[in-house]
C-alpha cells in the first residue's frame, strides 16, 4: 500500500517522501489506518520492521500545532532508541512544525529541563528519567492525548513495570495508547486489559523469524577457545561490517580491548558507557570507521544500523528471542548475511530451543586452523593491494622504487609489502577472556513459547559437528564470504618486531 492511500496530511506526506519512503511496511500497512480512527492498538512485529512510522504518523497526524500544550507521550527502553525515535519524529512532523523533545539518563538534565520548558508537542523518553522529570514537576502530562509503548517486552524484561505504571498513572484516562512488542507474554497482554480500551491486536511475522537469508551456523567449543577462534574466523570470512554480542558488560570490555589488540577495528558499547561515548561509537561505526562493534543485547536493542554482513554470537542468548532480534541485524533489505554462535558443550540445549523458535537448524561450523586463517589475511592484503594499484597515483614513488630494487629482489619486496598489511596469527598478540559461567544445563532452557521447561540436554548427540569454516558450501550465499573485501586492512596493522602479552584483567561487573 502507498502511503499516499492511508489518508494522511499534505505536510506529513511530504515528509514521508522526502525520507525516501513510497510504500508502507505489513506493521504500518495495519497500524495506521487503525491508529487514524483513534482506536488503541497492540502491534507485534520484530525490530526493524518500521514501527515508528507506524505509531509515530498517526501521533503526528493528530497534533494541533496551534495548541502548545504536551499531545504525545512515546516510552522507550534505552537512551538510543528513545533519540532515534525523537529524530525519526522530527524528521516526519518538520514540515508540520511539530516540536520533538527527548528525556534519557545519561546526559545534562538541567537541558533537558530547559527543552521542556519550551513545551514539545512530543516528548519521548526512558522511564526512570521521565519519573525523575515528573518528581520534579518538570514534566507534566494531564494534557496528553497519545500514549505509546515502544519495545514493551524489553522494557518489562529490564525491570521497568512498576516505573510504566507509575508513568501512565500520570496520562488521562481518556486517552489513545498504542503499545508495540516483538513478542506478547502475559505481563505485555495484561497492561493491554488493564491500560487499554478495546485494542486491536495487529500480529506482523517478520522476515527475520524465518531468517530466509541468514545463513546461521554454530561453532561448538569451550569458553576459553572462543576467542582465537573468532578471529580466525574474521580472518577466513572478512566481514564488510560485524555486530558481536556478549552476554556482559564486563564481557563486551574484554572482546573489544581484545580485538583492538589484534588489530581490528573494534569498540564496544553497553549501558555504563555515557550518553557521548554511546553515541560516538555508534557514529564511527555507521560512517565505516569502525569494523567490529561489539554490543550487549540491551545496547543493541532498537539501533538503526544498515549494511552488517555478519553476527557473531560470542555468548549464546539465555532468551531464544533474543537470538532472533541479534541476527536480524543482518540479512535486511533483502541483502544475504551470515551468524555464527559460539556454543559450549553444556549449552547445546539453549541451541535446540533456538531451532524451534526460528524453525530453522545451523550448521555446524569447522573452526579454521591457524594456516587457513593466514591464507585468509593474505588474501584480503591481495584484494587491497590491487585495489590500490587501481588507484594509481604511484609516479612520485617510482625512482625511489628503482632504488630499492637495485638493493632487493621484487620477490622480497613484495613479501615485505605483504607481512605490512596482513597479520600473521601465529604471531598475533595473546589475549586472555575471563571466562563466563555457562548458562544452566540444568534449566533445560526454555520451551518454544520462551518459557522455562521441555527440552534436555541429549538432543544434540545424533548432530555431527563437522563441517566447515566456511559453512557448507551448497548453502545460498556461502560462495560469497570468500571474495569480500577486509576493509580493516592498513588499518588494522602492527608491528610484528616484538610479540606482546595482552591479558584482560577480571573486572567485577
Do not use: C, W
Not at 56 to 66: A, R, V
Not at 100 to 108: C, E, I, R, T
Not at 245 to 264: I, N, P, S, W
Amino acid at each position: 500500500m502507498k502511503f499516499k492511500e492511508l489518508n494522511l496530511s499534505p505536510e506529513l506526506l511530504s515528509a514521508v517522501e522526502k525520507a525516501g519512503f513510497e510504500e508502507a511496511t505489513p506493521i504500518q500497512e495495519a497500524t495506521i489506518s487503525l491508529a487514524l480512527e483513534g482506536k488503541d492498538v497492540i502491534g507485534q512485529a520484530q525490530t526493524g520492521t518500521g514501527k515508528t512510522a507506524a505509531f509515530g504518523l498517526p501521533m503526528l497526524e493528530k497534533i494541533d500545532t496551534n495548541n502548545r500544550d504536551l499531545q504525545g507521550l512515546v516510552i522507550a527502553p534505552t537512551r538510543e532508541l528513545a533519540i532515534q525515535t525523537q529524530e525519526e519524529l522530527f524528521r516526519l512532523g518538520r514540515d508540520k512544525k511539530i516540536r520533538v523533545q527527548a528525556v534519557y539518563g545519561g546526559a545534562d538534565i538541567g537541558r533537558q529541563i530547559r527543552g521542556l520548558k519550551d513545551r514539545p508537542h512530543i516528548v519521548v523518553g526512558t522511564p526512570g528519567r521521565m519519573l525523575d522529570h515528573i518528581n520534579r514537576h518538570t514534566l507534566k502530562l494531564g494534557t496528553v492525548q497519545t500514549l505509546v509503548l515502544d519495545e514493551a517486552d524489553e522494557m518489562l524484561n529490564m525491570g521497568f513495570l512498576e516505573d510504566i505504571e507509575k508513568i501512565i498513572s500520570q496520562v488521562p484516562s481518556e486517552r489513545q495508547t498504542l503499545l508495540f512488542s516483538a513478542t506478547m507474554p502475559p505481563a505485555i497482554k495484561s497492561i493491554g486489559v488493564k491500560f487499554m480500551k478495546n485494542p486491536e491486536h495487529v500480529q506482523i511475522k517478520a522476515k527475520e523469524m524465518t531468517a530466509d537469508l541468514i545463513d546461521q551456523y554454530y561453532v561448538r567449543s569451550k569458553d576459553y577457545e572462543k576467542f582465537d577462534i573468532m578471529t580466525r574466523l574474521l580472518d577466513v570470512q572478512t566481514p564488510e561490517l560485524t555486530i558481536v554480542f556478549g552476554r556482559t558488560k564486563r564481557r563486551v570490555d574484554e572482546l573489544a580491548r581484545g580485538l583492538e589488540a589484534r588489530g581490528y577495528r573494534a569498540e564496544g558499547i553497553h549501558g555504563d558507557l555515557s550518553q557521548q561515548k554511546r553515541m560516538s561509537v555508534l557514529r564511527s561505526f555507521k560512517n565505516g570507521h569502525l569494523d567490529i562493534l561489539v554490543a550487549t543485547d540491551v545496547a543493541a536493542r532498537g539501533l538503526d544500523i544498515s549494511g552488517v554482513t555478519h553476527v557473531y554470537n560470542y555468548d549464546i542468548p539465555q532468551d531464544p528471542e533474543s537470538y532472533v532480534h541479534r541476527i536480524g541485524r543482518t540479512g535486511r533489505a533483502g541483502k544475504g548475511g551470515m551468524s555464527v554462535t559460539f556454543v559450549t558443550p553444556n549449552e547445546m540445549s539453549y541451541l535446540h530451543v533456538i531451532e524451534n523458535l526460528t524453525k530453522k537448524r545451523m550448521t555446524p561450523l569447522r573452526p579454521p586452523s591457524e594456516k587457513e586463517a593466514f591464507k585468509g589475511q593474505l588474501g584480503a592484503a591481495i584484494e587491497e593491494i590491487e585495489t590500490k594499484l587501481d588507484e594509481n597515483g604511484l609516479d612520485k614513488y617510482l625512482a625511489t622504487a628503482d632504488d630499492l630494487l637495485e638493493k632487493y629482489s621484487s620477490q622480497d619486496l613484495v613479501a615485505l609489502l605483504l607481512k605490512t598489511i596482513s597479520k600473521d596469527p601465529s604471531d598475533a598478540v595473546p589475549v586472555k577472556i575471563t571466562p563466563e559461567r555457562p548458562l544452566p544445563a540444568n534449566k533445560k532452557g526454555f520451551n518454544k513459547n520462551g518459557k522455562r521447561g521441555g527440552g534436555n540436554n541429549n538432543g544434540n548427540r545424533n548432530r555431527k559437528d563437522g563441517g566447515s569454516y566456511r559453512g557448507n558450501k551448497n548453502s545460498k550465499g556461502s560462495s560469497n564470504y570468500n571474495n569480500k573485501n577486509n576493509n580493516r586492512s592498513s588499518s588494522g596493522k602492527r608491528s610484528n618486531d616484538k610479540k606482546r602479552g595482552f591479558v584482560i584483567r577480571n573486572n567485577n561487573d
